[in-house]
C-alpha cells in the first residue's frame, strides 16, 4: 500500500521548483493532490498533467494564498474535491532582495505577505478542518537564511525566521488534538530562482557546502513526505534542514 493511499494533499505554490516536486512527491506515494497557484496556471497545469501521466490525481486550483477570503474559498473547494484534507505544505514564497538601505518597504510588505502571512492564514485554515478530525500533518517551507540571516535579505530572512517561530507555536496549539506541525529548511536548490544567479555567486555558494553540490528540489520533496507520513507520527515543532551541510 503506498504511504498515503486515501490521504488528500495541498500544496502552496506547487507549480514550479520546490512545489512542483513536492506535488509530484506526494502524489507518487499515493496521494490525492491539489496544486495550488497564483498566477502561473500553464505550470499548475503541467504539473497536474505529470501527476496523472504517473497514474496519480490531481487538481489545480487558482487562489492568492496571502488573501484571507481567497484562502477561505480554497480550502472549501479542496476539501470539496476529495472529502478532506490531510496535509497541508506551506510551499509559497517570493524574494524582493536588497540591502536595507535601499529596500522599499512596499518589498518587505510584500514579501512578509507572500511568505509569512499566507503561511500563517493557511495553517488557520487547515487546522479547523484537522482538529476535528484529529489527524493531519503541516509542513512549512522556510529557508537556512531564516536560520542564519543574509545580507541583502533583511526581508526574506524575517518572514523565513518567523514561519519557524509559527511552526513550533503552532505544533504546541495543535498536539492536543494529534496535528503534527514541523517546517523544512533548504539550503541552495536548483530552481528558477537560483537559475538567474551569476556563475560567480553559484561558486561561491558550491563553496560553503560541505557536499560540494547544490540541492534538488527532490531532495526537498523527500523530507517533507517524510515528515508528511506515518513513519513521522512522534516528529513535530522540528525544522529539517536540508542543505547539504551548509548551515550547521
Given at each position: 500500500?503506498?504511504k498515503f493511499e486515501g490521504?488528500?494533499a495541498l500544496v502552496t505554490g506547487g507549480?514550479?521548483?520546490i512545489g ?7 502524489a507518487a506515494q499515493?496521494?490525492n493532490?491539489i496544486v495550488?497557484y497564483?498566477?502561473n496556471?500553464?505550470?499548475a497545469?503541467d ?5 496523472a501521466?504517473g497514474?496519480?490525481?490531481a487538481i489545480a486550483l487558482q487562489?492568492d494564498?496571502?488573501?484571507?477570503s481567497q ?5 472549501k ?15 509559497a514564497?517570493?524574494?524582493r ?13 510584500i514579501?512578509?505577505?507572500t511568505?509569512?502571512r ?7 485554515a487547515?487546522a ?11 509542513i512549512?517551507i522556510?529557508?537556512?537564511v531564516g536560520?542564519?540571516g ?13 514561519i519557524?517561530g ?7 496549539e495543535l498536539a492536543p488534538r ?5 517546517a523544512v529548511?533548504?539550503g ?11 556563475e560567480?555567486l553559484?561558486e561561491?555558494?558550491?563553496g560553503?557546502?560541505p557536499l560540494g553540490?547544490?540541492?534538488d528540489p ?5 523530507a517533507v513526505a517524510?515528515l508528511?507520513?506515518a513513519?513521522a507520527?512522534?516528529i513535530?515543532?522540528?525544522?529539517l534542514?536540508?542543505d547539504?551541510?551548509?548551515v550547521?
Amino acid at each position: 500500500m503506498s504511504k498515503f493511499e486515501g490521504k488528500t494533499a495541498l500544496v502552496t505554490g506547487g507549480g514550479r521548483g520546490i512545489g512542483r516536486a513536492i506535488c509530484l512527491e506526494l502524489a507518487a506515494q499515493g496521494a490525492n493532490v491539489i496544486v495550488n497557484y497564483r498566477s502561473n496556471s500553464a505550470a499548475a497545469d503541467d504539473t497536474v498533467t505529470a501527476i496523472a501521466a504517473g497514474g496519480g490525481q490531481a487538481i489545480a486550483l487558482q487562489a492568492d494564498v496571502a488573501d484571507e477570503s481567497q484562502v477561505a474559498a480554497l480550502f472549501k473547494a479542496a476539501t470539496s474535491q476529495y472529502g478532506g484534507l490531510d496535509i497541508l505544505v506551506n510551499n509559497a514564497g517570493i524574494t524582493r532582495d536588497n540591502v536595507i538601505m535601499m529596500m522599499k518597504s512596499a518589498d518587505f510588505d510584500i514579501v512578509q505577505a507572500t511568505n509569512l502571512r499566507s503561511c500563517w492564514l493557511c495553517c488557520k485554515a487547515a487546522a479547523r478542518i484537522m482538529m476535528r478530525k484529529r489527524a493531519g500533518s503541516i509542513i512549512n517551507i522556510t529557508s537556512v537564511v531564516g536560520i542564519a540571516g543574509n545580507g541583502g535579505q533583511s526581508n526574506y530572512a524575517a518572514s523565513k525566521a518567523g514561519i519557524i517561530g509559527l511552526s513550533k507555536s503552532l505544533a504546541k496549539e495543535l498536539a492536543p488534538r494529534s496535528v503534527r506541525v514541523n517546517a523544512v529548511a533548504p539550503g541552495f536548490v536548483e530552481t528558477d530562482m537560483t537559475a538567474d544567479l551569476s556563475e560567480e555567486l553559484k561558486e561561491a555558494a558550491l563553496g560553503a557546502i560541505p557536499l560540494g553540490r547544490m540541492g534538488d528540489p527532490a531532495d526537498i520533496a523527500k523530507a517533507v513526505a517524510f515528515l508528511a507520513s506515518a513513519d513521522a507520527s512522534y516528529i513535530t515543532g522540528q525544522t529539517l534542514v536540508v542543505d547539504g551541510g551548509m548551515v550547521m
